[in-house]
């Protein structure tokens, strides 16, 4: 008998403990389990999947309603600073406008003040000249008379 045979002999009653012990069915066992263990794995990986799928989704629709908000934010904004610009222009034309009116009117006023006083001036001037000229001349009743005739004629014309 040489090691071949005892070889043989000896993975035959290998296998009979094996088959004994039912260790093929353990396995299978074992396997069975352990597959149950991983589709139950895979399936909870793909619900997972999804849900995270689905949840990026809504993330990313969030997010772009966010953006369409934004922008429509930003674009009133720029809508009311145009406003606010178009109305500050307005308003400081107008002031302007209004300032030059009254500078016009504040120096037309002092023009007939100054016409005014210059002709109040030269009627005295002349009043007092007339006088001066026909008090040398006349006497003092004539002169009298002259004095007032000329000083209506003057305050006639100023009128």
Do not use: C
């Amino acid at each position: 008998m040489d090691a071949t045979f005892w070889a043989l002999i000896a993975l035959v009653i290998f296998l009979g403990v094996v088959i004994y012990y039912r260790v093929p069915g353990m396995i299978g066992k074992s396997l069975d389990e352990r597959a149950a263990k991983i589709r139950n794995e895979l399936d909870e990986a793909q619900r997972l999947r999804e849900e995270a799928h689905q949840l990026l989704g809504e993330y990313q629709r969030k997010r772009k309603e966010a953006e369409q908000e934004a922008s429509e934010i930003i674009a009133a904004a720029k809508r009311e600073a145009e406003t606010l610009v178009e109305d500050a222009h307005k308003k400081s034309e107008e002031y302007v406008a209004r300032r030059a009116a009254l500078a016009e009117l504040k120096i037309s006023q002092a023009e007939r003040d100054a016409v005014a006083e210059v002709r109040s001036i030269a009627v005295d001037v002349a009043t007092e000249a007339a006088r001066a000229v026909l008090a040398g001349k006349l006497d003092a009743k004539a002169s009298a008379d002259l004095f007032r005739d000329s000083l209506k004629a003057v305050q006639s014309k100023l009128q």
